[in-house]
C-alpha cells in the first residue's frame, strides 16, 4: 500500500508548510526543471507543432522538453540534436493545457547544446551565429544598400552562400532601403508630438529599420495622430534569432541593452511598442524567463504591439468604422508569435468594418520560416512544407495582396505565392491619417 | 477605450461556444475569451446527453432518465426544455457533419476501449458504426497504434451482447512512420493520398490490405484517423473500394473527432460574428457592488480590462482548470465563485478508481438562471451566469453527460446573458 493511500506520520494540518522544492538543492543556475512535472502527456504540444507534422524524424516539443529534462538529471545524458529541428515558433506553449514552459525549456535546452556540444568552427555554428546576428549585417550592408541588394541576389554569391555558408540559395535576401527608419527620423527631427500623458517608446526592430521603414513610418504617423509623444531609444536586436539558434550569450548581450534603454523610459511614464510580433513577444515573454537584467519585468509588463495597444487605450472601432479606402483585399497570415499573445484575430477583427476593405484569414498554419529557421540549406525543405497550407489558403483567398505583423512571415508569404505584403499598420494609416 | 461588449464568455470549449452561439442569436454583440486550446481535442467528438443514473445503465431515453437525477443535478434546473434548446444550437452550428438528430433516443457508439457508449449526436464518420446495427463487422487496428487494438475492441463489443458477429485484425499502415507517430500523422497521409514505397496511392494500398482480411463483413471501423481535412473523401473512397460501408471509432488523446468539433465551432462562431481573444487567460475582474463591470486578461503579466454588460464563466471542471485545488480547498480562480466540499480532503474521493467521487461533481452552485451563488443561496454577482464544466452537481463521467451539461447550461446562461445585457 502506498503512503498516498496510507499517509502515515502526519495529519493534513501539519503538513501544511510543505514546499515540494525544498527536496532539490537550491538551484541558483537555470536548468530544464521548470513545470516539467505538470506534464501529464496528453500530447496536445506535439499535435500543435508544425515541424512534428512534416518531419517525422523530429521527436516534437513534448520529448524536446519535459522528456528531455528527465532523461538530463542522470548526469551523463546529451542534449539531443534533435532540438536544432525545432524553429521556436511557440505554439507548444499555447496547446499545452497544465502551462508548462515549453518553449523556456527548448530555449534553455538548446543554449546549452550550442554552448556543449557543438563544434564552434563549424559551418553549422558560424552559419548559425551569422543569421541570428543579422543586425550587424544589416547595419554594414545598409550603408550602401544598392550594392548591397545587388551582390546578396547575384546567382554566384547564393551559390557561395548556400555550398560554403549553408543557407538556401532558393530565397532572395530582402532588399535594404535606401534610407533607414532611423536615418528618417532623425532627419525630420524626431517626434513632431509632444504629450505629458501619452508617451510611447518605439521598439522597431532590425527589420522596420533597414529593410520596411514604411512600416515604421505608418507607426509613427498613427500614434502621432492619436496625440501620442513618441521616443526612439537606442536598441539592439530582440533576441528571437539568437534565441531559436540557442546563442544566449548573444542574445543575454542585446537584451541587457534593450531593458536598460527602455526601462528608463517606462520610469518617465513611456509604454513600449513593437510592430514586429515577435519582438514584442521576446520583451513580453522571453526576456523573463530567460534573463535577470535590472527592469526585466517592467519592460515585460509595458510592452505592447502596436495595433494591441490603440484597441485597448483608444477607440480604435470607432475611427475604423468612420473611415474609408479605396478598394482592396488582403490575405491575412496571424503568426505564431502573434497567436501567443492573443493578438491572431484582431487585424482582421477590425479591418471586416473598414470601408473598402475585404481580408480573409488564411489559416491557422504556421508559415514555416520561422525567422532564421527557412534560410538553412537543410531546413529550406521542412520550412516549405509547412507552409505549403498557407500557400494554398491564400492563393484561395480572394485578395492577391498578404497582410501579416511578422517580417519573416511576409517574407515567406511572398516566396511561396508572389504576392506583395503589407503590415496591418500601413492599412491603419491609409484608413486614419 | 477599453475594449467593450454586450456578452463576455469566459472559456474556449463547447460551454463557452454555445453559450457565445446563445447570446448572438439575441442580436447582441459576443466577445469569447479563451486561454489555452480546449479539452475538446482530449475529447472523443460524440455528445452524450444522458446515458447512465447512479452507475445504471445503458439507458435508451436520456429525457425519461432525468428524473431520476438528484434535485442539485443541472439538468433538474434546466428541464428537458434546456437540454433540447442546448442540442439545437450545437445542431445549428455544426451542421450535417453529425448525426443523430432524428431520434430522442441514445445512439449506442463502439469506442477505442471496446465499450459500447450511449450518447446523442456523433460525427456522421462514427454513423455506420453504431452497436443497434444488424451488421456485422471488421475492426481494423494498425501495427504502430498501440492504444487501439482491434482484436480487444471486436471481442469486448461483442461480450456487450450487440446483435452482430465481430472480429479484429491488426495489419501495418502501408507508411511507415516513426514507432509513436501521431494519429494526425496518419490522417495527413490518408488525406493527401500520399505514395506509397511501390508508388501507388496508400488509400488504395490499404483497401487492398483491408480486402484480404474481408470475410462476409458487412462494414470495416478504423480507429479515427481516416483524414482530416478531406476525410469525407478519404471514408468515400475505402468504402467504394471495399463495397462496405466503413466507419470511424473514437479514439483517445489527441483526439481528431474531438479536434474536428474545436474548429468547427471556431467557424460556427466566426460566422455567426462572435468576436475572439485567444492565447491569455482570465484572472480577475472589477466589480461595482453585485455587478462585474470588466474581466481582467492576463496578457503577459499586465492585466488588461475586458468590459461587458453581462458575463458567462466557461472555463470547465477540474481537467479544464475551471476548478482550481490545493491541498485545502476547492476554488473557483476567476470569480472566486462558492464550491461546496468538505474540508476535509479525505472526503473528496473514494479508493475505488470508478466509485462515487466527491471531487467529480465540484463545482459552482447555479440558480435557475445558472447565476453562481453563494454558500447561503444568493447570486454571487446579478451579471453572472456560468455553464459548462465549472457548474457542479453532475458526475458526468459516470453519467456519459458531459457535452449535455454543456449545452444545456450554455443555453440557459447564454441566452440569458444576451437578453438581459
Redesign the interface.
Given at each position: 500500500m502506498s503512503d498516498a493511500e496510507n499517509p502515515s506520520n502526519p495529519t493534513p494540518d501539519e503538513q501544511t508548510d510543505f514546499e515540494p522544492v525544498q527536496v532539490f538543492d537550491d538551484e541558483t543556475e537555470m536548468d530544464l526543471r521548470p513545470g516539467a512535472d505538470n506534464c501529464y502527456k496528453c500530447t496536445s504540444c506535439d499535435t500543435s507543432c508544425p515541424v512534428a507534422e512534416v518531419d517525422d524524424d523530429f521527436p516534437g516539443p513534448k520529448f524536446q522538453g519535459p522528456e528531455q529534462w528527465r532523461l538530463k538529471r542522470k548526469d551523463d545524458e546529451d542534449i539531443d540534436d534533435s532540438i536544432t529541428s525545432c524553429s521556436n515558433c511557440m505554439r507548444c506553449d499555447n496547446a499545452c493545457p497544465s502551462s508548462v514552459p515549453l518553449s523556456q525549456m527548448h530555449n534553455t535546452a538548446r543554449g546549452e547544446y550550442v554552448d556543449e556540444q557543438m563544434d564552434k568552427l563549424s559551418r553549422e555554428y558560424l552559419r548559425n551565429r551569422l543569421l541570428s546576428n543579422y543586425r550587424i549585417m544589416a547595419e554594414i550592408g545598409s550603408k550602401v544598400p544598392r550594392l548591397t541588394n545587388f551582390a546578396l541576389n547575384n546567382s554566384l554569391v547564393q551559390k557561395f552562400n548556400e555550398k560554403v555558408l549553408g543557407i538556401t540559395a532558393e530565397r532572395d535576401f530582402p532588399a535594404f532601403a535606401e534610407q533607414t527608419f532611423r536615418e528618417w527620423w532623425h532627419e525630420r527631427g524626431g517626434a513632431q508630438v509632444s504629450s505629458e500623458e501619452k508617451k510611447i517608446a518605439y521598439f522597431h526592430g532590425c527589420y522596420s529599420n533597414y529593410n520596411t521603414p514604411e512600416v515604421a513610418k505608418a507607426l509613427v504617423r498613427v500614434f502621432e495622430k492619436f496625440g501620442y509623444e513618441i521616443a526612439v531609444p537606442r536598441q539592439r536586436c530582440s533576441g528571437t534569432p539568437m534565441f531559436a539558434n540557442g546563442m544566449l550569450d548573444d542574445a543575454g548581450r542585446a537584451a541587457e541593452v534593450n531593458v536598460s534603454e527602455f526601462s528608463d523610459l517606462i520610469d518617465e511614464g513611456y509604454d513600449v511598442i513593437a510592430s514586429c510580433t515577435s519582438c514584442s513577444m521576446s520583451l513580453r515573454q522571453e526576456y523573463p524567463e530567460l534573463f535577470e537584467f535590472h527592469g526585466t519585468a517592467e519592460v515585460s509588463a509595458h510592452t505592447y504591439e502596436a495595433m494591441e495597444y490603440l484597441r485597448i487605450h483608444e477607440d480604435l472601432e470607432a475611427e475604423i468604422e468612420n473611415a474609408s479606402v479605396e478598394e482592396q483585399s488582403f490575405a491575412y497570415h496571424a503568426p505564431c508569435h502573434a497567436r501567443n499573445q492573443g493578438l491572431e484575430h484582431q487585424a482582421v477583427e477590425l479591418f471586416r468594418e473598414l470601408d473598402g476593405v475585404n481580408i480573409e484569414d488564411v489559416g491557422d498554419s504556421c508559415s514555416g520560416i520561422s525567422g532564421t529557421y527557412g534560410w538553412k540549406e537543410e531546413k529550406y525543405d521542412t520550412s516549405m512544407k509547412i507552409g505549403e497550407e498557407m500557400f494554398d489558403h491564400m492563393e484561395h483567398a480572394e485578395g492577391n495582396v498578404g497582410m501579416t505583423e511578422c517580417p519573416t512571415c511576409s517574407m515567406q508569404m511572398e516566396h511561396g505565392t508572389g504576392y506583395d505584403i503589407k503590415h496591418p499598420l500601413q492599412l491603419l494609416e491609409e484608413a486614419l491619417v | 477605450?477599453?475594449?467593450r461588449e454586450d456578452v463576455l464568455v469566459v472559456g474556449g470549449g463547447l460551454a463557452a461556444a454555445t453559450a457565445a452561439l446563445a447570446a448572438r442569436e439575441t442580436g447582441k454583440s459576443v466577445r469569447l475569451v479563451a486561454h489555452?486550446?480546449s479539452?475538446l481535442?482530449?475529447a472523443s467528438g460524440l455528445i452524450d446527453v444522458l446515458g447512465y443514473v447512479d452507475g445504471d445503465g445503458p439507458r435508451a431515453d436520456p429525457y425519461g432518465a432525468m428524473a431520476d437525477l438528484p434535485d442539485d443535478h443541472p439538468y433538474r434546473l434546466v428541464g428537458e426544455e434546456g437540454v433540447r434548446e442546448g442540442l439545437r444550437i450545437f445542431d445549428d452550428a455544426v451542421g450535417d457533419a453529425y448525426a443523430g438528430g432524428h431520434t430522442d433516443t441514445n445512439a449506442l457508439v463502439p469506442t477505442y476501449g471496446g465499450t459500447v457508449k450511449p450518447t446523442a449526436r456523433y460525427p456522421n464518420s462514427v454513423a455506420p458504426g453504431l452497436a443497434s446495427i444488424d451488421e456485422d463487422a471488421l475492426f481494423v487496428g494498425f501495427e504502430s497504434t498501440t492504444d487501439f487494438s482491434a482484436p480487444v475492441v471486436a471481442d469486448h463489443v461483442v461480450a456487450a451482447g450487440v446483435p452482430f458477429e465481430a472480429r479484429g485484425v491488426t495489419i501495418p499502415f502501408p507508411i511507415r512512420?516513426?514507432d509513436d507517430?501521431?494519429a494526425?500523422?496518419f490522417a495527413?497521409a490518408l488525406d493527401r493520398d500520399e505514395t506509397t514505397d511501390d508508388g501507388r496511392g496508400v488509400r488504395r494500398v490499404l483497401a487492398e490490405a483491408v480486402e484480404e482480411h474481408l470475410t462476409d463483413e458487412e462494414r470495416v471501423g478504423f480507429p479515427a484517423m481516416l483524414g482530416d481535412d478531406h476525410d469525407a473523401e478519404v471514408r468515400e473512397e475505402l468504402e467504394s473500394r471495399l463495397g462496405v460501408s466503413v466507419f470511424e471509432v473514437p479514439t483517445g488523446?489527441?483526439s481528431l473527432l474531438g479536434?474536428k468539433l474545436e474548429d468547427r465551432l471556431f467557424e460556427a462562431l466566426d460566422e455567426a460574428g462572435v468576436?475572439?481573444?485567444?492565447?491569455?487567460p482570465a484572472v480577475g475582474y472589477e466589480a461595482d457592488g453585485d455587478r462585474i463591470e470588466a474581466v481582467y486578461?492576463d496578457?503577459?503579466?499586465?492585466e488588461?480590462p475586458y468590459h461587458a454588460e453581462q458575463f458567462v464563466l466557461a472555463t470547465g471542471g477540474l481537467?479544464?482548470?475551471g476548478i482550481g485545488s490545493d491541498?485545502?480547498r476547492v476554488t473557483e480562480p476567476v470569480f472566486d465563485c462558492y464550491v461546496p466540499h468538505s474540508e476535509?480532503?479525505?472526503d473528496w474521493s473514494e479508493?475505488a478508481a470508478f466509485g462515487d467521487h466527491a471531487f467529480a461533481r465540484f463545482g459552482v452552485v447555479p440558480d435557475e438562471e445558472m447565476r453562481p451563488t453563494t454558500a447561503s443561496g444568493e447570486p454571487e454577482f446579478a451579471n453572472l451566469r456560468a455553464a459548462g464544466g465549472v457548474v457542479g452537481g453532475a458526475d458526468v463521467a459516470r453519467e456519459k453527460s458531459a457535452s449535455g451539461v454543456s449545452l444545456a447550461t450554455a443555453a440557459v446562461a447564454g441566452g440569458r446573458a444576451g437578453e438581459e445585457a
Open positions: - | 477605450m477599453p475594449i489555452k486550446k479539452t481535442r482530449q512512420f516513426r507517430a501521431r494526425s500523422r495527413r488523446p489527441p479536434l468576436r475572439l481573444s485567444t492565447g491569455n486578461v496578457r503577459k503579466r499586465k488588461i481537467v479544464g482548470k491541498r485545502e476535509d480532503r479525505y479508493s
